[in-house]
């Protein structure tokens, strides 16, 4: 958790509703991969092509999850004299991105 976790996660009710609708079906798509595992009859390359798509969806809820951050978060930081601290939250997320 944050030290500016205060500040909460603005998402509009389109992007909030979009993250979820997108969570949900990597919570499925999770699950799939999870039973491919235990068959023993699938090929390994068939699991990491599934894996790779997993990540791929993480990443497109992670960037609707950043443009909000960006939007409502970081464009105010001067105002609020918190840049320093936005700019050192964001390096610590974009060096995992």
Request: proline share 1%.
């Given at each position: 958790m944050s030290?500016?976790?205060?500040?909460?996660?603005?998402?509009?009710?389109a992007?909030r509703e979009s993250?979820?609708?997108?969570l949900?079906?990597?919570?499925?798509?999770?699950?799939?991969v999870l039973?491919?595992?235990?068959d023993?009859?699938i090929?390994?390359v068939d699991?990491?092509k599934?894996?790779k798509a997993?990540q791929?969806?993480?990443d497109?809820?992670?960037?609707?999850?950043?443009q909000?951050?960006?939007?409502?978060?970081?464009?105010s930081?001067?105002?609020r004299?918190?840049?320093?601290?936005?700019?050192?939250?964001?390096?610590e997320v974009?060096k995992y991105?």
């Open positions: 030290d500016l976790g205060c500040h909460g996660l603005r998402l509009d009710p992007t993250a979820r609708r997108r949900l079906s990597i919570k499925g798509h999770v699950e799939g039973r491919m595992c235990e023993e009859t090929y390994c699991v990491l599934q894996i997993v791929g969806a993480l497109k809820v992670g960037g609707l999850v950043l909000s951050h960006l939007r409502d978060h970081v464009v930081a001067g105002q004299g918190d840049t320093e601290s936005i700019v050192a939250e964001l390096m974009l991105r």
